[in-house]
């Protein structure tokens, strides 16, 4: 009976992931219900001693060498969770390395579709590439294989698609807020503007004053920030390269 | 008979769009079932002879003066749709004058929930304001009253929320293209930073290589798009942005 139950948890994937920042905390509940997951604090690698199949190291890009040096040697793939971070990064200390990359943007709090996040996979060897594979097909059918420099493009290509469009976005609820209106009646606009990148190449849909070049509304609009000499430096730059991408 | 007929669609509102452009076309389409609506070309404006109740002149913001003056003398509500020219404008031809301003981007072709979209009004005075309110209302519950200053600074948060944040996205699907990586895997990415909005101030929830300060990853970015210097100009502007949005 005993050994009935062991060899029936042996047929699943058992899984470590260390770190519990926003990636490792969703690693974690992404995984739970398709493999056994442990969790660990990123100063306690080295006390990683069960068998696993994948330890995930989902720390922040400084701490990979650390928490990569500190795992004992295992038989497991392990992998970083980095889009910036090479795979090469892991070679001194193990052996069966590779990237296991989700392109998402994670807060701790949110519940998200996991099936919907695209996992970049990159491993030492096929085998190791096929296991991160397997792995990732279990949460999401988005599965890419991307090698390091794909990697990082993908990730510059998402810091100007999230982060700097955040930027944006708190640029304007900044000008909402200098003039006393309300910051979401901008929330149905920068949905549909969202949206519209699934129906549309944005360069084909961009609207607004600079796609019109429209100079009387950019002169009003350039006046109404001369208090403010980076927003203005952004209007001018974004509204230059609008009306380049037109010609 | 026939006169009951009349008398009961005289108790529908009785509106002209002038323009068919994007917000004409979804003007007509959002009124049709609550308002008796008519459709004019542009050109045609000094052609609406019949009684209407309102006159909104959904046309580029240089072809407003052009069609507030061929428009004939009315006893109408006669409002443009814009957000960047003054209540003003309208004010030598007509006498009920108004401003009836949709904030969101329309594309022709597109179904659209109108009842969640932000309607701003102004009127020439409280009775027009009123009557304004009173038909944005029948389309949406979301009406406010924006005078023609804060209506310019709403429609200049509405270019870095919409216009500059599809520019990005534009940046963001050439960076892609060139590394031979499929764009749509940056659209779940996408979709949660404008779904994050609703849930928490974009100053706070700002995430990326900036935000965290890592040098490493900004100056491997930075080397990246060393031969691209548009980008580059935008990568450093709205990284020195974020990295001084957090001190």
């Known amino acids: 009976m005993k050994k ?12 470590a992931v260390v770190g519990r920042g926003n990636v490792g905390t969703h690693l974690v509940k992404a995984l739970t219900p398709l493999a056994i997951v442990e969790s660990f604090d990123s100063r306690r690698a080295s006390e990683i001693k069960c068998e696993f199949d994948y330890i995930l190291i989902a720390v ?23 889009g910036s971070i090479p795979l090469e990064a892991l070679q001194p200390f193990q052996s069966k390395i590779g990237v296991f990359y989700p392109l ?13 996040i695209p996992f970049f996979m990159e ?15 279990k ?14 493009k993908l990730h510059l290509a998402s810091v100007f698609a999230c982060n700097f469009v955040n930027y944006l976005y708190s640029n ?15 929330i149905p606009l920068i949905h549909e503007t969202a949206e519209k990148v699934s129906r549309i190449n944005p360069k084909d849909g961009q609207t ?9 509304v950019i002169h009003s ?19 230059e390269g609008i009306m380049n991408l037109k010609e």
Not at 208 to 216: C, F, M, N
Not at 224 to 233: G, I, R, V, Y
Request: overall charge negative; aromatic content about 4%.
């Open 104 to 116: 998402q943007t994670f807060s701790k709090e949110k519940t998200m579709d996991y099936s919907e």
């Open 172 to 186: 304007a609820w900044q000008i909402m807020d200098d003039a006393g209106l309300p910051t979401e009646v901008l």
């Open 221 to 239: 609009h350039l006046a109404m920030l001369e208090n403010d000499s980076h927003k203005a430096q952004i209007y001018r730059l974004l509204t």
């Open 139 to 152: 949460i999401s059918p988005s599965v890419y294989l991307a090698d390091s420099e794909q990697r990082k």
């Open 4 to 15: 009935e139950e062991s060899s029936k948890s042996g047929c699943q994937l058992r899984v």
């Open 123 to 137: 491993g030492i060897d096929d085998e190791t590439t096929e296991k991160l594979r397997e792995l990732a097909l």
């Open 60 to 82: 922040s890009d400084r701490a990979i060498h650390d928490v990569a040096a500190a795992l004992p040697k295992s038989d497991a793939v392990v992998a970083h969770t980095s």
């Open 208 to 216: 607004g004053p600079a796609a019109r070049k429209d100079l009387p």
